[in-house]
């Protein structure tokens, strides 16, 4: 489970619409996103949230809305795991 915090508004509008919590469908090597194509991967799994550009598919836990989001880097959200608020 992901918590997202809208950064920009587009990020703010999205979480009003669909919630702030979201579930990690799966992770890619590569992606293609029309609305922010300078972003570089490489793309891994969650847990290498270390590394640079991790992008990750997730899916809103209110609405099944999907997008992508970037675990380390992302224009419009910062992103945290349920266990790093504990």
């Known amino acids: 489970m992901l ?3 809208g950064t920009s508004q587009h990020g703010k509008n999205r979480i009003r619409e669909h919630g702030a919590e979201w579930n990690m469908l799966f ?3 590569i ?3 029309a609305s922010h194509p300078r972003l570089k991967g490489p793309f891994a799994k ?3 949230a270390k ?3 991790i992008k990750a598919y997730v899916m809103s836990e209110r609405t099944g809305e999907c997008r992508w989001v970037s675990l380390t880097d992302d224009p419009d959200f910062s992103i ?3 266990e790093e608020l504990r």
């Open 3 to 5: 918590l997202l915090e």
């Open 27 to 29: 992770t890619s090597p």
């Open 31 to 33: 992606i293609q996103a």
């Open 46 to 48: 969650a847990i290498l």
């Open 51 to 53: 590394q640079q550009s």
């Open 80 to 82: 945290m795991t349920k």
